[in-house]
C-alpha cells in the first residue's frame, strides 16, 4: 500500500509539475505576443463562460470529477462504464444545449459582461466566445472523465492535461508569428481570434485523448441496459447540483471584478498577468500548509479533543501569517524585477510593465487574508459546520460589489462619481482583499460558539510583529536593490531575484526570530 501510494504521488506530483511549467511558459508568450493589448483584454471576456465551465466542471476536484470519483469507485468495471456512459451522453446533450444558447447570444453576453469595454473589443470578444461555445459541451465529458480515469488510478493524465492546452497555445503563437513574417497581409479576425482558436484546439486534443484511454479501460459502454443502475445515476447528479452551486459562488466575484474593469482599458490583461504571478506560489503554500491539517482537524473533531483542534489551527494561523507575509513583501519589493525578467519582451512594453507591477502590488497586499480566510473554511468543513462559511460566501459577493463600486469612485449614470477614491483597476483588488479580511473576522470570532477558543489578541499582535519585521526587510533590501538596478539587462534582474530571495528570507527570519514570532522548524511538521 505504501509502494503504491508513493508511486502515485510521484506520478501526480511530475505530471503537475509539467503542467505548471506549460502554463508559465504559454504566459510569457501571450505577454510577449498580446502585451497588454485590445485583443488579450477581450480575450479575458470571451473566456470567463467557458472558463468557468472548464475549470469548475470539467476541471479536477471540479464537481463532476467528484462525484464521479465517489460513485464510479466502489463498481465494477461493466457496471461503472453503463452508468459514466449514461451520465457523460445526458449531460453533454444538456451543455450543447447551453452552448448553443451562449453562441446565438454571444454578443448581448459580452454586454451584460462588460458593458464599458469599445465597440472593438466587444466585437473581438464576441468573436471569440463563439469560437469558444464548443468548450462548453466539451467541459461535461471533461469533468466526467477525469473522474473515471482517477476512479480506475489513471492519475497522470488527468494531471497532465492542462499543458494539453498550454502547449496548444504556445504552438499557435510560434506558427503566427513565422506566418506573420512570411505574410504580412493576414486576416485581422484570424489573429485576433489565434487564443481563442488554441484554446478550443487544446480542448479538444484533452477530449480526444480522454475518449481514447476512457476507451481503453473499458468505460464505454454502448449497449441496451439504459434502465439500469438509475440509482448511482441519481446519485451522482445529486452531489453535483450543489457542488457547482458552492464553487460557482466565487466565480460571480470575478464576474463582478470584470464588469468593472471594463471601464478601464488593458485592466483585464493586468489582472490576468498578475493574478498568475500570485496564484502559482499561492498554490504551493496551500498544498504545503492547509491540506496536511484538514486530515488532523477532522481527527481531533470526530474525538472529540477540541483542545488539539485548537492547537492545530492556531499553529496553522500562525504559519499562515508567516508565510504569506513573507510572500507579501517578496512581491511588493521585487515587483518591477519579477514582471520585467517574466514579462517585458515582444509586445509587453514599459507602459504594460507599469500596469502590472502596480496591480502584483495590490494583489500582493491582499494575499495574507486569502489563504487565512482558506484555511478557516477548510477548518469549518472538518468539522462539519459548513453554514456559516456559505452564507458569507452570499455575503461576500454582496460586500464585493460595493468596495468595487465604491473604489472606482462610485459611478452613477445621473450623477456622475459619488466617491471621491478612485483608485481604478487597483481598487478591485484592493476590494477582494477587504472583503477577504472581513469575513476572516467573522470566521474566527465564530470559533467560540463551538468550543473552539482563538487568542485573537495574541494572534493580532503576532500579526503586527511579523507586519513589521517584514517591513524592515523590505526597506533594507530595497534600499540595496534601487542603486543596483541601473544596470537593468535581464541577466542582472534574474541575479537581483535570486540573491533578492536570499537575503529576504534570511533576514525577514532572523527578525521573527528575534521578535519570537517564528516558530518554523523546517525538520518538524506542523
Not at 253 to 279: C, E, H, K, P, T
Request: charge should be positive.
Amino acid at each position: 500500500m505504501h509502494s503504491y501510494f508513493k508511486n502515485n504521488l510521484a506520478s501526480i506530483s511530475f505530471a503537475t509539475s509539467l503542467s505548471k511549467v506549460a502554463g508559465f511558459i504559454r504566459q510569457i508568450f501571450i505577454a510577449a505576443a498580446f502585451g497588454i493589448g485590445i485583443t488579450y483584454d477581450a480575450y479575458n471576456y470571451a473566456y470567463i463562460i467557458p472558463g468557468f465551465l472548464l475549470i469548475i466542471i470539467g476541471g479536477i476536484n471540479g464537481p463532476l470529477h467528484n462525484a464521479v470519483v465517489a460513485v464510479l469507485t466502489p463498481l465494477k468495471r461493466r457496471k461503472g462504464g453503463l452508468v459514466l456512459t449514461k451520465v457523460s451522453i445526458k449531460l453533454t446533450l444538456l451543455f450543447f444545449i447551453l452552448g448553443v444558447v451562449v453562441y446565438f447570444n454571444s454578443g448581448f453576453l459580452i454586454n451584460f459582461i462588460a458593458p464599458n469595454l469599445s465597440d472593438e473589443a466587444k466585437s473581438i470578444a464576441t468573436y471569440q466566445l463563439k469560437i469558444l461555445t464548443p468548450c462548453i459541451p466539451l467541459s461535461a465529458f471533461i469533468g466526467l472523465s477525469f473522474g473515471a480515469l482517477n476512479s480506475r488510478n489513471k492519475f497522470f493524465l488527468s494531471s497532465i492535461s492542462p499543458a494539453l492546452t498550454s502547449l496548444t497555445t504556445i504552438l499557435f503563437i510560434s506558427a503566427s508569428w513565422i506566418f506573420s513574417h512570411q505574410n504580412t497581409n493576414s486576416n485581422y479576425l484570424v489573429y485576433s481570434g489565434l487564443l481563442a482558436k488554441a484554446t478550443l484546439t487544446g480542448t479538444c486534443i484533452q477530449f480526444a485523448i480522454q475518449c481514447w484511454e476512457i476507451n481503453k479501460i473499458g468505460l464505454f459502454r454502448f449497449n441496451s441496459a439504459w434502465h439500469l443502475f438509475k440509482n448511482e445515476e441519481k446519485r451522482i447528479f445529486k452531489l453535483i447540483a450543489p457542488a457547482t452551486i458552492s464553487s460557482g459562488l466565487g466565480q460571480i466575484n470575478v464576474f463582478v471584478d470584470m464588469f468593472f474593469a471594463s471601464s478601464f482599458q488593458g485592466a483585464a490583461s493586468g489582472l490576468a498577468y498578475g493574478n498568475f504571478l500570485i496564484q502559482a506560489p499561492l498554490g504551493v503554500l496551500s498544498n504545503a500548509l492547509i491540506l496536511p491539517l484538514l486530515p488532523k482537524f477532522s481527527k481531533f473533531n470526530s474525538k472529540q479533543e477540541n483542545r488539539n483542534l485548537e492547537k492545530s489551527l492556531i499553529s496553522g494561523i500562525e504559519y499562515c501569517f508567516l508565510t504569506t507575509i513573507f510572500l507579501t513583501g517578496f512581491f511588493i519589493t521585487f515587483n518591477n524585477q519579477l514582471v520585467q525578467f517574466i514579462f517585458q519582451r515582444g509586445a509587453f512594453n514599459s507602459e504594460a510593465v507599469f500596469l502590472v507591477k502596480n496591480i502584483l502590488i495590490a494583489y500582493a497586499a491582499g494575499i495574507p487574508f486569502y489563504l487565512y480566510r482558506d484555511l478557516l473554511v477548510r477548518a469549518y468543513y472538518a468539522i462539519e459546520k459548513p453554514k456559516l462559511p456559505f452564507q458569507l460566501s452570499f455575503a461576500g459577493i454582496i460586500l464585493n460589489v460595493f468596495f468595487d463600486w465604491f473604489l472606482v469612485g462610485a459611478p452613477t449614470i445621473n450623477y456622475g462619481n459619488l466617491s471621491p477614491y478612485n483608485f481604478g483597476v487597483i481598487g478591485i483588488i484592493l476590494s477582494s482583499g477587504i472583503v477577504n479580511l472581513i469575513i476572516c473576522i467573522f470566521l474566527t470570532s465564530n470559533f467560540n460558539t463551538y468550543g473552539i477558543k482563538i487568542p485573537k489578541i495574541i494572534l493580532l499582535k503576532n500579526f503586527v510583529l511579523i507586519s513589521l519585521a517584514c517591513s524592515i526587510t523590505s526597506t533594507i533590501c530595497y534600499a540595496v536593490i534601487k542603486d543596483i538596478n541601473v544596470l537593468n539587462p535581464n541577466v542582472w534582474e534574474l541575479f537581483i531575484l535570486v540573491i533578492g530571495l536570499l537575503a529576504f528570507l534570511i533576514i525577514y527570519f532572523s527578525i521573527t526570530k528575534l521578535f519570537g514570532v517564528n516558530k518554523f522548524n523546517p525538520l518538524i511538521k506542523i
